[in-house]
């Protein structure tokens, strides 16, 4: 049964039509109900997950006492800018473009992910120039004197991305994990939200497309286009939308044995206007492949589904102070790519509010501070069975069920409304 967007619409301005997360449709799945286009009329998606295809543009005047014609070098809290496209000659006006994978020069465990927040929740920000005539001076600006401040992406929201081991003898420093990852199988990580994913519940693009509202890091953008590296098969988005709305708590950044990394968060709204789409939204973990990657030499060894890592498994981290044992060394504090685990007079101390729920504490301490199950892997390799635990999560379900329930109750108080597309991004 095919139906259009505007008759949900209209159903959605009657307060007729019928909203839920793509969680609580997979659930009623699972207890084995019938869902039916008559069912439900709108399945709102999300994810939270590193998203190293993120940029920022920033147009703002600087604070400076000499006057100068243009900018050739910008450092923001250390971390490099690219100054242009516009020179904005002799106007005192930045105009910059940061890449989500910049690292701070200053600290290697900064990057532009951190600086991303640290705007959207109000910090001062250091700026450092150098100007064509080789004369420097520093200043300092806040989100609210920055007039333009965008964050766009170029390969977001992956349909479903993988799962990585170390196939090698040696460890390896990565991207794919916090911390070196460990040789011979001995731990598995991992990146996607499944079966509430955005792309998952709408993978022929039938109703995400140039032009379709969305929620970035919790603010009103739309979808641009196809990503890099994305194609029909294995579709990706781009988008836009403007920090000055965002939500820091859905962004960030991670920290990485590569480096530091970037966190963004999407949520789009699915209508369901025909069968395809429905097929793809009562999709659950089950039945979805979770590639296994060699992290060493980047090619898939194996498959096994996203029930392995979110089926009976725990969204966050149970946290137990008391049963510190006082280690020589804390790796949870020093480990946690977030920063989120520290000590304030000699007591653990977790911040909910930083922390990405990607699990690494609990397999860190062996004292049972931090403690949850993070799932295992299991797959085949040449017909042989392998079971490798998970060790760390490089998305952040919890939050991204959270922010699919809020753009649930937006949409059903017309706060978010349902847009047609202008043009599909795949025909």
């Known amino acids: 049964?095919?139906?259009?967007?505007?008759?949900?619409?209209?159903?959605?301005?009657?307060?007729?039509?019928?909203?839920?997360?793509?969680?609580?449709?997979?659930?009623?799945?699972?207890?084995?109900?019938?869902?039916?286009?008559?069912?439900?009329?709108?399945?709102?998606?999300?994810?939270?997950?590193?998203?190293?295809?993120?940029?920022?543009?920033?147009?703002?005047?600087?604070?400076?006492?000499?006057?100068?014609?243009?900018?050739?070098?910008?450092?923001?809290?250390?971390?490099?800018?690219?100054?242009?496209?516009?020179?904005?000659?002799?106007?005192?006006?930045?105009?910059?473009?940061?890449?989500?994978t910049a690292h701070s020069t200053y600290e290697h465990s900064y990057g532009a992910g951190h600086l991303f927040r640290e705007l959207v929740e109000g910090k001062n920000i250091d700026v450092s120039v150098v100007t064509d005539e080789n004369v420097s001076f520093k200043s300092q600006v806040k989100l609210d004197d920055i007039p333009y401040a965008k964050l766009y992406a170029t390969r977001h929201t992956f349909k479903n991305y993988a799962a990585f081991v170390n196939c090698s003898t040696k460890p390896i420093s990565t991207i794919f994990h916090a911390v070196q990852f460990s040789p011979d199988m001995d731990g598995a990580t991992l990146s996607g939200c499944g079966e509430i994913n955005p792309v998952k519940n709408d993978p022929k693009m039938e109703t995400i497309g140039i032009g379709t509202r969305m929620l970035m890091n919790g603010a009103e953008g739309f979808v641009i286009g196809h990503g890099t590296r994305s194609s029909p098969e294995k579709p990706n988005l781009t988008g836009f939308a403007d920090m000055h709305d965002m939500d820091p708590a859905l962004m960030g950044g991670f920290k990485t044995s590569a480096g530091p990394e970037c966190i963004a968060s999407w949520a789009i709204a699915i209508p369901v206007t025909s069968q395809s789409v429905l097929d793809a939204v009562i999709k659950t973990d089950s039945d979805i492949p979770m590639v296994v990657n060699d992290v060493d030499k980047?090619?898939?060894?194996?498959?096994?589904?996203?029930?392995?890592?979110?089926?009976?498994?725990?969204?966050?981290?149970?946290?137990?102070?008391?049963?510190?044992?006082?280690?020589?060394?804390?790796?949870?504090?020093?480990?946690?790519?977030?920063?989120?685990?520290?000590?304030?007079?000699?007591?653990?101390?977790?911040?909910?509010?930083?922390?990405?729920?990607?699990?690494?504490?609990?397999?860190?301490?062996?004292?049972?501070?931090?403690?949850a199950e993070l799932g295992e892997l299991h797959f085949k390799i040449d017909g042989k069975q392998y079971d490798v635990p998970i060790v760390l999560r490089q998305s952040d379900r919890k939050r991204a069920e959270e922010l699919a329930g809020k753009l649930k109750k937006k949409v059903e108080d017309g706060d978010f409304k349902i847009n047609e597309m202008v043009e599909r991004i795949y025909p």
């Open 298 to 371: 980047r090619m898939m060894i194996g498959s096994s589904t996203y029930a392995d890592a979110w089926k009976d498994t725990d969204a966050s981290v149970s946290f137990n102070p008391d049963n510190c044992i006082n280690c020589d060394t804390c790796k949870p504090t020093r480990d946690c790519p977030m920063g989120a685990i520290y000590r304030n007079d000699d007591r653990m101390v977790l911040d909910r509010y930083m922390c990405f729920n990607c699990g690494l504490c609990s397999t860190l301490c062996p004292g049972e501070v931090f403690t």
């Open 1 to 100: 049964m095919e139906r259009s967007i505007a008759h949900i619409k209209e159903k959605l301005d009657k307060k007729e039509a019928v909203v839920m997360t793509a969680q609580e449709v997979s659930r009623l799945v699972e207890k084995g109900e019938n869902i039916t286009t008559k069912d439900v009329d709108v399945v709102t998606t999300a994810t939270r997950a590193i998203m190293s295809g993120t940029y920022a543009i920033l147009s703002f005047p600087v604070d400076c006492s000499l006057s100068f014609k243009r900018a050739s070098t910008v450092l923001l809290n250390g971390v490099p800018a690219h100054v242009g496209p516009c020179p904005n000659e002799s106007l005192g006006v930045l105009d910059l473009i940061v890449f989500g």
